[in-house]
């Protein structure tokens, strides 16, 4: 249990695994065994490599979403995939953080089926 904390904290900030509702981390200790088969995985096997050129190559419109609170690196990920993609459509959920939909799903659903109902 103390690897999924650290794992969650550090991609969720610090105590945010023990702030979860006790189903959600029990949800999420279950599924425990995915994230140590993703761990433990060849890199290039799990996440196969994609080049910034391949990404520029995608015609089907992406909306990208991160939290106004994400964590620094789902800033430079999703800055990345907006520059490679072409991308215009990068939203920003106002208070949320990783992932996004977790704490304004409102505001989240709302975005989503509005460029769902665009595209």
């Known amino acids: 249990m103390a690897g999924v904390r650290l794992f969650f904290d550090g991609t969720a900030g610090r105590g945010a695994f023990d702030r979860l509702p006790a189903a959600t981390r029990a949800d999420v200790l279950a599924h425990s065994f995915e994230m140590r088969h993703e761990m433990l995985a060849e890199r290039s096997a799990y996440y196969p490599p994609v080049s910034c050129a391949e990404l520029g190559r995608i015609t089907t419109p992406v909306l990208i979403v991160r939290g106004e609170r994400s964590p620094r690196i789902f ?16 939203v920003v959920i106002p208070g949320a953080g990783h992932p996004p939909q977790a704490r304004n799903f409102n505001y989240f659903n709302q975005v989503v089926a509005r460029f769902i109902m665009t595209h």
Do not use: G, M, V, Y
């Not at 430079?76 to 993609?85: F, K, M, N, Q």
């Open 75 to 90: 800033q430079l990920i999703s800055d990345e995939l907006a520059r490679c993609l072409r991308s215009d459509t990068t």
